[in-house]
C-alpha cells in the first residue's frame, strides 16, 4: 500500500488515502476498503497533472508501489529553498515512459473522483 494523500476528518482526527496493486488491479482506499480503478487511471491522470520529474532535484523517497508492466509510483518529498514545509509527490515512471511527478493531493483527489464516477472494472478470472 502507498500513502498517498492524508487529511483531517470531520472528527479531527487523520484520515488516509491510499493506492493498492493486487493482482494487478490498482485500488484506491483506506485501511479498511478499497475500490478498483479504472486500467488507465493513473497513467491518464499522471498525463493531465503530470511534469517532467527533475532526476536531480533534492527528494526524499518516502515509499515505492510496483504496478503491472514493471511501472513504478514513487512517493517522494521535496522542499523548495523558498518553501517552509516540504510537498508530497507522486514519481510515475517505467520502461518506455518519460518520468512525470505531481502533487500527491491532485493526483490523490483526480483517482478518488473517478473512482466515484466511473464503474468499476471487472477482472475475468482465465
Not at 478499497?34 to 517532467?52: E, I, K, T
Not at 527533475?54 to 515509499?63: K, R
Request: glycine share 10%; with cysteine.
Amino acid at each position: 500500500m502507498l500513502k498517498i494523500r492524508e487529511f483531517t476528518d470531520t472528527g479531527g482526527g487523520l484520515s488516509a488515502v491510499y493506492l493498492l496493486s493486487a493482482g494487478g488491479v490498482l485500488k484506491i482506499g483506506n485501511e479498511t476498503s478499497s475500490v478498483a480503478l479504472p486500467d488507465n487511471a493513473l497513467a491518464v491522470v499522471m498525463a493531465r497533472y503530470g511534469a517532467p520529474f527533475d532526476s536531480d532535484a533534492p527528494i526524499a523517497d518516502v515509499a515505492t508501489l510496483t504496478l503491472r508492466d514493471g511501472r513504478t509510483l514513487r512517493h517522494v518529498r521535496h522542499l523548495a529553498g523558498y518553501d517552509v514545509i516540504a510537498r508530497d509527490y507522486l514519481v510515475y515512471e517505467g520502461a518506455g515512459l518519460t518520468p512525470t511527478c505531481a502533487l500527491s493531493t491532485t493526483v490523490a483527489r483526480a483517482l478518488e473522483h473517478l473512482a466515484r464516477v466511473l464503474p468499476a472494472p471487472t477482472h475475468r478470472a482465465g
